[in-house]
Structure formats: C-alpha cells, structure tokens
C-alpha cells in the first residue's frame, strides 16, 4: 500500500491432488537451498479433474485493509512491551476481536489482513520466521497463531478474510540495528530469508527488497503463498502495489541481474514487467491449482498508464504502476490471471490530474469484457484532513466526497466493492462524521 509451531496438514479435498506440493512445501521447510518451483511439478495436477463446485454469489464487497507494518492498525503498540507473554496474547486478541465487532456493525464484510509485512509472517510458517511486529523479536513465537485466531473470528460474524501479502519487502528500513535482528535469526529455524538467500536481497526505497528478477526469489514467493493457501481457510489472497518499488535516492540496482536473465528484452523496463508478470502467473495458477475457490487479486497504484504515453490509458496525470512499479495490471485483468484487482483511487472528484470518476470509470471499461471484479480502494485516511490540493476531505467532515465516490460505486455495474485504506482511520477524531455516515448507509 502507500504507506505496504502447529503442524497443519493439507486440507483434506486436496489431499489426493496435492501430494506434490506438500513435497514442495517440505522440502522448502527442511533446506536452506533455494526452493524449487512450485508450478512446473504442479502441471500434472491440472489435467486431473477438478470437484465440481456451486458457481459463487458475490456481494458486493465492503471492505478494509488491516495493516501490521510497524503496527499501524494492529497489534497494539504496548503490547509488544508486555513482559507477561499471556497478558500480550490477550490483549492483542482482545484489540483484534474489538475491531472485527466494530466492523461488522459498520457493515464491513470483508477484511484484507496483512500476513506478509515484510520477510516475516503472521502465521505458523515453515519458510518465515515469526514477524517482530507480534513480539518485538523476529522469530519468536508469540503463543498463537495470528491468522487463524482472525480467520475463526471472522468467519464467526460473517466475514471474509483475503491474506495481504507484501511480496518483496524483507524489512522497513536499513538501520544497522535491523541487520544485526536479521543477522540474529540464523540459528532459527526457519531464518529469514536475509541469512539464507543474501544474494537475493537489494536496497531499494531505504529498505532491504528480493531482486525481483531472480527465478528463485519469485519462486520463494510463490510457495509462501501456497502454503498459506494449502493450510488455512482463507478466502482470498492479495498483493499489494510493491513490485518493484524505488525512489530517485534508493533505486533497485539489478544491473547484473539484468546482465544476466535480461537477454532477449529490447529494455530493462520490459524485462522488469516480464519478472513482475511471471510471478503473477505463477501464483494465480498455483493458488488456483491448490484452491480454486480462493480469490486472487492484487491492489495497484490507481493509475495504469496516462493517456499521453498510451491511447489506451487514463486520462490522468499521475505516477503509473505500468512504468513506475513495472506492473501491467491491465494485461492482468485481460487475461484472466485475478479474480479481482483493487485499484487505489485515492484523490477526490476534484482532483485533475488523477479524477476519482475519471479513474473508476476507466477501469470499469477494462474489466468489462473480463470475469475480473472489480473493487475500488478508497482514502479514508485523507478524510477530514487538510490539503491545499484536495480541500474536499474536509468540507462536513469529508461525508460528501466519501458519499460521491461510494455512490459511483454502487451505480456502476462493474464495480463490485469499496475497500477502505485503511482500518484505524475508522477510530480517528477527523473521521468521527465519516464513520457515522459508513454505519447509517452499510451498517444494520
């Protein structure tokens, strides 16, 4: 986004056609070797015949993202400090339980869970340490299992659960104290991948990244999800808009990286979208593979490309995932790899360079002729906030604009849902207006 040990066998309707990735999944667990594919040994599996299953009612999603980098929604922040670990657990639990009863009075169906923050997780992994934003110690092990005390609880009051993946992202910074934490873990088991696979890493964004053009790294990637699928009931997986994510002053150098995978690309700039294309076909064919009921989507910057380098772009102004994060997500809703893509379409009516109707409209038109849905990320973190350049987040408390964008939504038939970026922006003094306008319209 813009800010981004139990033992669980398969599930049992896979069981007989995933022998081979519970292989693939041990042999990830048991070796510091660079894990082998996860999509060329599973090539059989899909020429045997799929269960038939009951074609899927989709409501309309009304959802919010839930962020665990640096604790920005959950968990809360004193209780990392907690000294008792069973006092931790229940608080956390309790902060948890909190929200999800909140959002279910609001009207929220749908919660994107950040499992993924950075190169640890938030469930009981084989491949990645415990993430330190539980504990404050990388690899400890907090006394539960995050994604399945959420995924209980959500589904106990109706409601979804799509595991938020940051795919790149190894840690949030570059400090010496955050290389000595990533130094620490090589006695774990597992160790981060920062230990075991040194000559993935970059710096990029003042933070340490896989080199996205790597087979191995995006094949690591794809059997992180794989295992999340294969062991949880989760009802969605979805990446964020990290691909390849640099800034002017810390840009990716994958110059020999280039040298060496990039023959045959007429630029670096194609050869950086073939990496990013590959690994969404990768994983959308090994979740679909595991679990096809599993939805897999991904949230992009809003923006594909502007009408003045393309014709087939928007007619907007704004940084664009297709150039600037090496993202085709167009071409991705053409064919067929998500089950749904969430733009972030985070600028008001007003707002030319990037208009909030120009934006949705535009992309209804891609998923039109498609079976991709299409959900659009709102700012609720700009609501009730002052801006020189977008002053309608703060005329009546932002209602107005946030009751415009939602009732383009819901007046648009290919638009299938609203996510709200994000989840404790709803506990905020300047969004007090907004919230009490989300509950009288979505809330029983």
């Given at each position: 986004m813009i800010v981004c040990s139990?033992?669980?066998?398969?599930?049992?309707?896979?069981?007989?056609?995933?022998?081979?990735?519970a292989f693939a999944l041990l042999v990830?667990?048991?070796?510091?070797?660079?894990?082998?594919?996860?999509?060329?040994?599973?090539?059989?599996?899909?020429?045997?015949?799929?269960?038939?299953?009951?074609?899927?009612?989709?409501q309309p999603v009304r959802g919010v993202?839930?962020?665990?980098?640096?604790?920005?929604?959950?968990?809360?922040?004193?209780?990392?400090?907690?000294?008792?670990?069973?006092?931790?657990?229940?608080?956390?639990?309790?902060?948890?339980?909190?929200?999800?009863?909140?959002?279910?009075?609001?009207?929220?169906?749908?919660?994107?869970?950040?499992?993924?923050?950075?190169?640890?997780?938030?469930?009981?992994?084989?491949?990645?340490?415990?993430?330190?934003?539980?504990?404050?110690?990388?690899?400890?092990?907090?006394?539960y299992d995050p994604l399945q005390f959420m995924l209980d609880e959500a589904h106990k009051r109706g409601m979804k659960v799509h595991a938020w993946f940051n795919p790149y992202r190894v840690s949030v910074n570059t400090k010496p104290s955050t290389v000595t934490e990533l130094n620490r873990t090589l006695t774990l088991h597992p160790a981060s991948v920062f230990v075991l696979h040194r000559d993935w890493i970059r710096t990029a964004s003042d933070?340490?990244?896989?080199?996205?053009?790597?087979?191995?790294?995006?094949?690591?990637?794809?059997?992180?999800?794989?295992?999340?699928v294969a062991r949880y009931p989760v009802d969605g997986v979805q990446f964020d808009d990290y691909f390849y994510a640099e800034t002017p002053g810390s840009t990716l150098n994958d110059s020999q990286t280039y040298k060496r995978y990039?023959?045959?690309?007429?630029?670096?700039?194609?050869?950086?979208?073939?990496?990013?294309?590959?690994?969404?076909?990768?994983?959308?064919?090994?979740?679909?593979?595991?679990?096809?009921?599993?939805?897999?989507?991904?949230s992009p910057a809003g923006?594909?490309?502007?009408?003045?380098?393309?014709?087939?772009?928007?007619?907007?102004?704004?940084?664009?995932a297709y150039d600037e994060a090496y993202a085709d997500t167009r071409r991705w809703v053409q064919q067929g790899l998500l089950d749904y893509i969430a733009p972030q379409l985070y600028w008001p009516f007003s707002r030319q360079a990037a208009r909030y109707d120009v934006l949705a409209k535009w992309w209804a038109e891609v998923v039109k002729p498609t079976n991709t849905r299409l959900y659009i990320g709102i700012a609720l973190y700009k609501v009730g906030e002052p801006s020189k350049n977008e002053p309608d987040w703060t005329i009546k408390g932002g209602v107005p604009e946030l009751k415009n964008q939602i009732d383009l939504n819901e007046s648009v038939p290919q638009i299938n849902g609203t996510i709200l970026f994000r989840e404790n922006y709803l506990n905020q003094p300047q969004t007090?207006?907004?919230?009490?306008?989300?509950?009288?319209r979505w809330g029983s």
């Open positions: 139990r033992r669980y066998s398969l599930v049992t309707h896979i069981k007989k056609r995933s022998a081979l990735v990830v667990s048991c070796s510091s070797e660079p894990p082998k594919s996860l999509v060329t040994p599973l090539t059989p599996v899909t020429k045997q015949p799929l269960p038939s299953q009951p074609e899927q009612q989709h993202w839930l962020a665990t980098v640096s604790r920005l929604d959950w968990p809360p922040v004193l209780s990392v400090n907690l000294s008792n670990a069973e006092n931790r657990v229940k608080q956390q639990q309790n902060a948890l339980t909190q929200k999800l009863d909140k959002l279910k009075s609001l009207g929220i169906n749908t919660v994107f869970f950040q499992v993924k923050p950075d190169g640890t997780a938030l469930w009981t992994s084989r491949i990645l340490p415990w993430s330190d934003m539980l504990t404050g110690k990388i690899g400890e092990d907090p006394g933070r340490f990244v896989l080199d996205p053009g790597i087979p191995e790294a995006r094949d690591w990637i794809t059997s992180i999800v794989a295992e999340v990039g023959q045959g690309f007429a630029s670096k700039a194609d050869w950086r979208r073939h990496n990013t294309q590959t690994l969404i076909e990768q994983v959308s064919h090994t979740i679909k593979q595991l679990n096809p009921n599993v939805e897999f989507g991904v923006v594909w490309r502007n009408l003045s380098h393309d014709p087939a772009g928007s007619d907007t102004r704004g940084a664009a007090q207006d907004a919230v009490h306008y989300l509950k009288n």
